[in-house]
Each structure stands twice: as structure tokens, then as C-alpha cells.
């Protein structure tokens, strides 16, 4: 693989790497979202979701289609939804593994 696909990856994880746009992704999971109920779900200025969703959508990896007055934000393909539930067992094993390594030692120093 070439240092370009790389860098292509690497620009993808940094574009994921925003809290807001991680939750937008997951509220997203259940479908179709207004942008009143993303609002709603995050608690946060419009400007900032408005930013956030502009970086997902320039990604290609979220959709907008305008319903009336109200635009539907959506994930553009399930790949998103596996990567993010990916991502979820990831970290879940990496804190059970944490929590185990943490309840060892604080076996061992009870006993010294």
C-alpha cells in the first residue's frame, strides 16, 4: 500500500475524531434524524451541530436530503454503523481488560 492510502486512512480516523460527530454518527444508527432531534439528543448551539455536520457530509459518509423546511440528516452506508459498533467492543474489551488488571492489583496490595 501506498503512503497516499495512508494518509487517506489517517484523514478519515482525524474526520471521526470529534465527540459531537461520533454521537451524531450513533443517534444516526437508528435512522433518518431531523436536525431538531439531533439538537434535541445533544444539547448544543446549532452553529456547532451545523459545523459538525458540514465535516461529516463533505465525507461523504452522512446524507442530507430536505424534507419541506426541515433537513433529514442519514448515514450513507452501513459500513458506518459496523465501524462504530467495531469500535464499542474495542474499547469495551479494553476496559475489561483495565478493570481485571486493576482488581489484581488491588488484590496484591491488600495482601502486602
Known sequence: ???ALYQAKAEFFRMLGHPIRIRVLELLQAGPTPVRELLAELEIEP???SQQLAVLRRSGIVT?????STVVYALAGGEVADLLRAARRILTELIDDRNTLLA?????????
Open 1 to 3: 500500500m501506498g503512503v
Open 47 to 49: 452553529s456547532s451541530l
Open 64 to 68: 442530507a436530503t430536505r424534507e419541506g
Open 104 to 112: 489484581e492489583l488491588r488484590a496484591d496490595g491488600d495482601q502486602q
